[in-house]
């Protein structure tokens, strides 16, 4: 079975450009997560989906920062305008049946410099 | 919310030797924690979690112990290999819980 997706592995961008990073996750899994992950820090979980829908975007930036999953698959996460404090690994993980304490499984990430 | 420390940041050991990484959590309704293996420029992988209503679970030479009341819980890694040399994230999330909060990682070297 395939792992979680993610692209671009790597991302060098000049502050206040936009960004943005796709992922498509395990075959079959409704809970799609997006995690972000300083150096030398645990992940810190922005945006939680249950198919399509956003069930906890309690921690994304809306300022800056946006994320869909139109058709409960995919999902894209954008910065705009980036800024240096956005230097950072972008995860994103997926779960099976959207029940809580399931195994989240990760991506390989996005590592996202900002110029 | 959830406040996972985890301790020691960086940790040496002798191939051969166990090694141990502590996690103390803040939330007394935690009762999920699954331990996470980073690769340098890889994906976390789950290697092992337990669940609050048992006090300790071993898979192969890896454990994980809890104690609900001191709120803590341990890594144990028994006759340390080269290949587990890694960042190990400990993590705790409650009973309707999805959010993991993760602690801040241990660097594990293991010396040839």
């Known amino acids: 079975e395939a792992g979680v997706v993610q692209s671009p592995r790597y991302k060098i961008i000049e502050k206040k450009q936009p960004v943005a990073f796709w992922c498509n996750p395990i075959?079959?899994?409704?809970?799609l997560y997006w995690y972000r992950q300083n150096l030398g820090q645990g992940p810190e979980l922005l945006i939680r989906?249950?198919?399509?829908?956003?069930?906890?975007d309690s921690q994304l930036p809306k300022d800056r920062f946006s994320a869909e999953r139109l058709k409960g698959v995919d999902s894209t996460l954008k910065i705009q305008p980036a800024e240096l404090g956005d230097s950072a690994v972008y995860l994103c993980a997926s779960s099976p049946a959207g029940r809580a304490q399931e195994t989240q499984y990760f991506g390989p990430g996005t590592r996202l410099l900002v110029l | 919310g959830e406040n996972v420390e985890q301790h020691p940041s960086t940790l040496s050991v002798q191939e051969g030797d166990s090694a141990v990484i502590k996690c103390t959590y803040s939330?007394?309704?935690?009762?999920?924690f699954p331990w996470y293996k980073q690769e340098l420029g890889k994906r976390p992988q789950l290697i092992i979690d337990i669940r609050s209503n048992v006090g300790e679970k071993k898979d192969q030479r890896i454990a994980v112990t809890l104690n609900k009341t001191a709120k803590h819980f341990s890594l144990h890694i028994t006759e340390t290999q080269p290949e587990d040399s890694a960042v190990y994230f400990c993590?705790?999330?409650?009973?309707?819980?999805?959010?993991?909060?993760f602690g801040a990682g241990t660097t594990v070297t293991v010396r040839a």
């Open positions: 075959s079959g899994h409704n809970t």
């Open positions: 989906y249950e198919n399509e829908e956003a069930v906890d």
């Open positions: 993590a705790a999330s409650g009973a309707n819980d999805y959010k993991l909060s």
């Open positions: 939330d007394s309704a935690s009762n999920y």
